[in-house]
């Protein structure tokens, strides 16, 4: 089962990989213990553009899809067989990032 | 025909529980072993009547929970292969059980798994394990019934897309989950206490008996626990005046009006040494939770011999004590019951309406109200306040005894 761990922006803060070796370990961790998918970082929301090309014409927005407060500064893909388990990463992760995080189970 | 009614009646108490977890673990699905345990006693009580009650009711209902739940899967056949990998991971490999080897230890801890709400770990734990249907369980919340019965479907299909394990945590794990399944046995030991609804029976005991089991088990597993210690504590000393709290023609009796003679001395015992064993952790600095300050209340009303030894000055300092830890309007309520014998009812009743605003829809507080007014000789305020809290409650025994005490005003 894989689970995203998204690393929230809540205002308290900005979370991020302020000490990269930690990261770095705490990633390294994860492969070590076959949990770990991907991760990686995100860039301002500023810097989004939608793309919406269900119509006749190809529609490309500026800027995010929602404008809010909190948002996903970056993100874990994690393997674990359950959510105790990916509740226990995470609880680590957000130690190592300085951040708040969600635990949303992917659909399969 | 009657002699089904009481078999079925029994099967539920004491397999509801056994056959939801049986079936969780063997299918991986609370929702399947839900619906077919429902199911299965639904079928009970179309045969039993007819065909007689089986030898064993908790094997049978159990082999037909199974044949309905694997019914219920080959309808939805295109959900077989997800089912089998659900179940493999879903489980502890055979062998792996913790040390607390009860399969409704299982089911409770996943329905008190912290990444639900709070109230939806009760709910669920009501539902699954104590066996309550969705309107009993919305009485006991003050909610709706369509609310509760979506709150329920929310969490079951939570527990499913999360993923959360159906098992006992690890031995690390379990203190900081101990304390959620606790404030869930309290609740439903306060259903059992004071059950509700007009066909049920005042007191059932089959839910505070659960409770206790339940507590007593783990307990067993944390004896450094205090906080388990303590509701253990609270609930014997509550259950040891079970049988003095109910009269023969079924009216509630008041603590100051029962036969203390009846109360069960050796769960008084019992209960009297966990809270002495607390005590003596709290002398040597361990900062006692809710319940055993709880525990330590009901320790000074159950040794009194006569209510009029009560130390009702103890009693307000442990609220006091209480109110610190826990400032809800319920504990202050309660904590006005025991200034009315300190102070007198004029100051309680000061007390409790200043709690009007979050308790007008709770019945205790107008019972609280209708009794403080009464001694106080204001009889047609006293009255509308008993209306009132007659109008509120659920309780059968509580209502024939707010009756009585309504018609007995002049």
């Known amino acids: ?108 | 025909m009657h002699e089904a009614g009481e078999a079925i009646a029994q099967a539920h108490r004491e397999e509801w529980a056994r056959v939801v977890a049986a079936l969780t673990r063997r299918f991986g699905d609370l929702d399947v072993a839900e619906e077919a345990a429902a199911e299965a006693f639904a079928t009970a009580v179309e045969r039993w009547p007819a065909d007689g009650v089986p030898p064993n009711p908790g094997a049978w209902l159990t082999t037909t929970a199974n044949r309905k739940a694997i019914d219920r899967i080959r309808r939805e056949n295109k959900r077989d292969d997800k089912q089998k990998e659900a179940q493999l991971l879903y489980d502890d490999p055979p062998g792996t059980l913790g040390a607390i080897d009860d399969e409704r230890l299982r089911l409770i801890f996943t329905c008190a798994h912290p990444a639900l709400a709070m109230e939806t770990r009760v709910a669920l734990t009501l539902r699954m394990v104590g066996g309550l249907t969705v309107p009993e369980i919305a009485r006991a919340f003050l909610v709706h019934e369509t609310g509760m019965g979506q709150r329920i479907t929310r969490a079951k299909a939570k527990i499913k897309a999360a993923r959360i394990p159906y098992r006992v945590p690890s031995a690390k794990d379990l203190p900081a989950r101990v304390s959620g399944v606790l404030a869930v046995l309290f609740l439903i030991f306060n259903e059992g206490y004071l059950a509700t609804g007009p066909d049920t029976d005042p007191v059932r005991h089959d839910l505070t008996a659960e409770a206790i089991r339940l507590t007593r088990l783990i307990h067993a597993l944390l004896p450094e626990d205090g906080e388990v210690a303590g509701l253990l504590a609270l609930m014997l000393l509550t259950e040891a005046r079970r049988t003095a709290r109910v009269s023969a023609n079924g009216e509630l009796v008041a603590l100051d009006e029962q036969d203390r003679g009846a109360w069960d001395a050796a769960l008084v015992a019992e209960g009297h040494r966990l809270v002495r064993e607390r005590l003596a952790a709290a002398a040597a600095g361990v900062a006692p939770g809710r319940y055993q300050i709880l525990a330590a209340i009901s320790a000074v009303h159950t040794s009194a011999r006569d209510v009029r030894d009560t130390d009702w000055s103890q009693v307000v300092a442990l609220y006091d004590q209480l109110v610190r830890l826990d400032p809800s309007p319920i504990i202050a309520l309660n904590r006005a019951v025991a200034v009315a014998e300190l102070d007198g009812p004029e100051v309680a009743l000061a007390a409790v309406d200043r709690l009007e605003d979050k308790l007008a829809g709770y019945h205790a507080y107008h019972a609280t109200r209708a009794d403080l007014l009464r001694r106080l000789g204001r009889s047609h305020k006293s009255r509308a306040a008993y209306d009132k809290a007659i109008e509120l409650a659920g309780n059968t025994a509580e209502i024939a005894y707010l009756t009585r005490r309504r018609d007995e005003l002049g």
């Open chain 1, 1 to 108: 089962m894989q689970y995203m761990v998204s690393v929230i922006q809540d205002g308290k803060g900005s979370p991020g990989p302020s000490d990269m070796a930690a990261v770095g370990a705490f990633n390294e961790r994860l492969k070590a213990a076959g949990h770990w998918v991907f991760a990686n970082g995100l860039a301002e929301p500023a810097a989004a553009s939608v793309v919406d090309n269900r119509g006749d014409e190809l529609v490309v927005t500026d800027g995010p899809f929602l404008e809010t407060k909190e948002y996903v500064v970056g993100l874990w893909i994690m393997q674990a067989p359950d959510l105790d388990v990916a509740l226990r990463l995470a609880a680590e992760a957000s130690k190592v990032c300085d951040g708040k995080l969600e635990v949303r189970p992917c659909a399969s």
